[in-house]
């Protein structure tokens, strides 16, 4: 009897540890399956960084789209005053595997306008990428898997 009383404990403990594991993020299953959402690598994937209120959360209005095969985009609200911009792409609970900064191969990681796209490793940790809009405005962030690599730039929105 006692273990069964143990084993039921755990049991409900578990559930109670897995609906706590969030980050405090706004995205659920409903967000991700809205018009134009789309799945990358099997996962909802979102713009991530210092873009966002509250910063780094995973919200709905940054969940990338696709645009073409192994292209998506999200688009924000920048300003020149608050650059530079800190971001990443990510899933909503930072998984390996979908946790996208930048590859040491494109280190600092610091995206010049108009240049060379920056590599990403997609289990990062702490590798975030730098942008510094040219202009205030509204702005494009690709994410684009070409080969075996990911890579990421910024555009001005269309």
């Known amino acids: 009897m006692f273990k ?6 755990l ?8 609906g706590c594991a969030s980050d405090g993020g706004s995205s659920s299953g409903a967000a991700a399956s809205g018009e134009g959402a789309a799945d990358v690598f099997g996962k909802p994937i979102f713009l991530r960084g210092e873009i966002s209120d509250p910063e780094w ?6 969940l990338v789209k696709k645009v073409d095969d192994n292209k998506w985009k999200a688009t ?15 899933d909503s609970a930072w998984t ?4 996208m900064g930048y ?3 494109s280190a600092p990681g610091v995206y ?9 490793n997609p289990n990062s940790k702490f590798e975030e990428v730098k942008v510094t809009p040219p202009a205030d405005g509204k702005y494009d962030f690709y994410l684009e898997k070409q080969g ?9 929105a269309e």
Not at 4 to 9: Q, R
Not at 11 to 18: V, Y
Not at 76 to 90: H, I, M, S
Not at 112 to 120: C, R, S, T
């Open 11 to 18: 049991f409900a403990g578990s559930f109670g540890f897995a």
């Open 76 to 90: 924000a609200e920048l300003k020149v005053d608050y650059a530079p911009y800190k971001f990443k792409f990510a």
């Open 96 to 99: 390996p595997g979908t946790n």
């Open 4 to 9: 069964k009383v143990i084993l039921a404990a």
């Open 57 to 62: 959360a995973p919200l709905p209005e940054f």
């Open 103 to 105: 590859d040491s191969s």
């Open 112 to 120: 010049e306008w108009g240049g060379e796209p920056i590599v990403l």
């Open 148 to 156: 075996d690599k990911l890579i990421t730039y910024v555009k001005e």
